[in-house]
């Protein structure tokens, strides 16, 4: 049955996870490979509410399933007898030398999957030559970070009311050398995610979510205890007491700004003089203003499914995208990457890159940086290996043409 056809299935019964039922590294070789490895394993370590943090999406969670199969609609179209002796993952992406046409997406409070989580997370990126990207509510401040790595870290941002912190917050991320801002757009409001509710993620049943900690008593120790501080790092100075993850997120939720348009995107593109990527479009109309807002790129993007549950899937709306802002934009796009194939399809139809979201974060929270390091080794030797096999030496050769579309995706 093919991933997305076993998704499916699985979720209409129950959505167990499809790689669990189906053993993965259970009663097989104990090293992890796959996205869906380091998943398991992360799930092994982390306290129930905080698994569930990463793993959900908004409402049924329908947008976040088709972020994944979706890439099962495309087919790569196998050449052979073409001279790949060359194959060369490496290219530009916005504006940086890459080892692959990939980054690692912003994730809010990734420091408490895995001790100092963003630094692991930005090593390893560093050790693959590609991009991380530090979320504005990571655990980890961005000078942290950046004193770990020899480039700088990608930065993102959202739009609060408070514009005196926002402006603070371009000039700490420039003055950490930061050059490239993901700023993202789709969260006027949060997204309904029920799991959050239902695992004490946002609050209530304290004795529950002691039990929680109290199971997991190697994640307790590595990072509960030894991860400390667990204050957001760019916001501590701005609620009471830093060590209250609640008081954060009441701070946070409070400053969501839902009456923000393009004129704020012009607004901030005058304040920030590195490159500007806005994060969240899904349509070529808002890919337009993007641009003629002036910014230097998109990231094609959902959230991950957890916003607008029931909007298409980001593979979907790439094309859409690509078409409108291809030639003057950078065009990213993220949502279901997985693995080497899924970002060959996405350079193919138009994308410069792809960020990964979820599987950063299971590897660091299973087997730390040197997880990371090893999905990231994976994945790029995946992506060399199919464009060898599809007779392609470099990036820039993929195109539409080189994949077979089922079900209108184009
Ligand atoms: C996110 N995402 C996100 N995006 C952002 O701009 N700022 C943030 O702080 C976060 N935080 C966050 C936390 C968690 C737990 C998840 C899963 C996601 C969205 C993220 O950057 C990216 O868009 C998606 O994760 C991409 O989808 P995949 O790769 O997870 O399927």
Redesign the pocket.
């Known amino acids: 049955m093919r991933r997305g056809m076993r998704r499916t299935a699985a979720r209409m019964a129950g959505k167990k996870s499809v790689k669990m039922s189906m053993g993965v590294l259970r009663g097989r070789s104990h090293v992890p490979v796959t996205a869906e490895d380091y998943q398991f394993l992360a799930h092994r370590r982390l306290p129930h509410f905080l698994r569930d ?5 908004a409402g049924g969670e329908d947008s ?1 399933a088709a ?2 199969d979706d890439f099962q609609l495309l087919c790569l179209r196998q050449r052979v007898m073409r001279d790949v002796s060359r194959v060369d993952t490496a290219t530009e992406l916005c504006g940086r030398s890459v080892s692959m046409p990939v980054a690692l ?6 420091g408490m999957m895995a001790r100092r989580g963003e630094v692991q997370g930005a090593r390893a990126a560093a050790n693959a030559g590609v991009p991380f ?1 530090l ?4 655990i980890c401040p961005v000078e942290e970070v950046n004193a770990a790595v020899p480039d700088p870290c990608w930065f ?1 941002l ?1 739009m609060l009311r408070d514009r005196g912190i926002v402006e603070a917050l371009l000039q700490r991320a420039a003055s950490a050398g930061c050059d490239t801002l ?1 700023f ?1 757009v ?2 006027a409001v949060t997204g309904m995610r029920h799991r959050d509710a239902q695992s004490g993620m946002l609050g209530g049943a304290p004795l529950a979510k002691a039990m929680q900690l109290l199971t997991r008593p190697r994640w307790l120790l590595d990072v509960g205890i030894r991860g400390k501080p667990h204050s957001f790092g760019h916001l501590s100075d701005l609620v009471a007491d830093p060590n209250d993850l609640g008081a954060y997120k009441d701070f946070v939720d409070s400053q969501f700004d839902p009456s923000v348009t393009w004129t704020d995107i012009e607004w901030l593109r005058a304040r920030w003089q590195g490159r500007l990527i806005i ?2 479009i899904m349509s070529d109309e808002d890919a337009r203003a993007a641009a003629a807002a002036g910014a230097d790129g998109v ?1 094609v ?6 916003q607008l549950d029931g909007v298409s899937s ?1 593979i979907r709306k790439l094309p859409e995208v690509a078409a409108a802002v291809g030639e003057s934009l950078d065009v990213l796009l ?5 693995c080497g194939t899924d970002v060959v399809k996405a350079v193919a139809l138009g994308a410069d890159g792809v ?7 299971w590897a660091v929270a299973a087997r730390g940086e040197q997880g990371l390091r090893d999905y990231l080794s994976v994945m790029q030797q995946e992506i060399a290996a199919t464009m060898a096999l599809m007779g392609v030496n470099r990036t820039e050769e993929l195109n539409p043409e080189l994949l077979e579309m089922d079900q209108g995706i184009c």
């Not at 943090?53 to 999406?57: A, E, M, S, T, V």
């Not at 979320?135 to 990571?138: I, N, Y």
């Open positions: 943090y990463i793993d959900g999406g976040m972020n994944e997406a912003p994730i809010g409070m990734a990207t979320s504005t509510v990571g993102q959202y993901l993202t789709d969260l994060k969240g990231v993007s959902n959230h991950g499914g957890r980001t993220d949502g279901g990457i997985r960020l990964i979201g979820r599987p950063w974060v």
